[in-house]
T-cell receptor, first 115, second 113 residues
Framework: DAGITQSPRHKVTETGTPVTLRCHQT?????MYWYRQDPGHGLRLIHY???????DKGEVSDGYSVSRSKTEDFLLTLESATSSQTSVYFC??????????????FGPGTRLTVL | KQEVTQIPAALSVPEGENLVLNCSFT??????LQWFRQDPGKGLTSLLL?????REQTSGRLNASLDKSSGRSTLYIAASQPGDSATYLC????????????FGTGTRLTVIP
């Protein structure tokens, strides 16, 4: 959706290197989320934010950290990437993009490969 | 912990058929349920959202129903078209917590021309 962008869209990196993924929203929504999607699993929550500098862990948070210094940006960092973190990462916001509240809207995803 | 299951994992139908996708969840204390569509290599597109107090929602050829007490939802697609081919994901938002969603693994639909 036009209101949520992710960068980069694709990244290949090596085990042990740090990686930061960025999610940017133009909708001024309070809640932002990072999910990962893997074959055989539904999307799973990594971390979420409920405001600037307010973050908390999700179901699969080990090996990840997040930061939110501005309403519009939510960063996901892999401090030392491992092959098990090869996945597709989605950012989401909760709120109204087209007038419908409570709907969760997703970014286009980042495909990360850790060699 | 909320578990969401979607059956079948894959479905092939000829064009023009009506079809039903199923979703079940283990904890009936939900705030809402959302159906998404995902095309290969793409993000998620929200199709329908049903609040816990509602029984169904309709959009065009799509109709989603919710039976919260039994932990079930169905997505009905009428007069299927090849353009409907995609993976359909069901997700529930619990009544309490961080407003995040719990997802099923999806049903991959192929509509054969």
């Amino acid at each position: 959706d036009a209101g949520i962008t992710q960068s980069p869209r694709h990244k290949v990196t090596e085990t042990g290197t740090p990686v930061t993924l960025r999610c940017h929203q133009t909708e001024n929504h309070r809640y932002m989320y990072w999910y990962r999607q893997d074959p055989g699993h539904g999307l799973r929550l990594i971390h979420y934010s409920y405001g600037v500098k307010d973050t908390d862990k999700g179901e699969v948070s080990d090996g990840y950290s997040v930061s939110r210094s501005k309403t519009e940006d939510f960063l996901l960092t892999l401090e030392s990437a491992t092959s098990s973190q090869t996945s597709v990462y989605f950012c989401a916001i909760n709120g109204a993009l087209a007038g419908a509240t409570d709907t969760q809207y997703f970014g286009p995803g980042t495909r990360l490969t850790v060699l | 912990k909320q578990e969401v299951t979607q059956i079948p994992a894959a479905l092939s139908v000829p064009e023009g058929e009506n079809l039903v996708l199923n979703c079940s969840f283990t904890d009936s204390a939900i705030y809402n349920l959302q159906w998404f569509r995902q095309d290969p290599g793409k993000g998620l597109t929200s199709l329908l959202l049903i609040q816990s107090s509602q029984r169904e929602q309709t959009s065009g050829r799509l109709n989603a129903s919710l039976d919260k007490s039994s932990g079930r939802s169905t997505l009905y697609i009428a007069a299927s078209q090849p353009g409907d081919s995609a993976t359909y994901l069901c997700a529930v938002r619990p009544q309490t917590g961080a407003n995040n969603l719990f997802f099923g693994t999806g049903t991959r639909l192929t509509v054969i021309p």
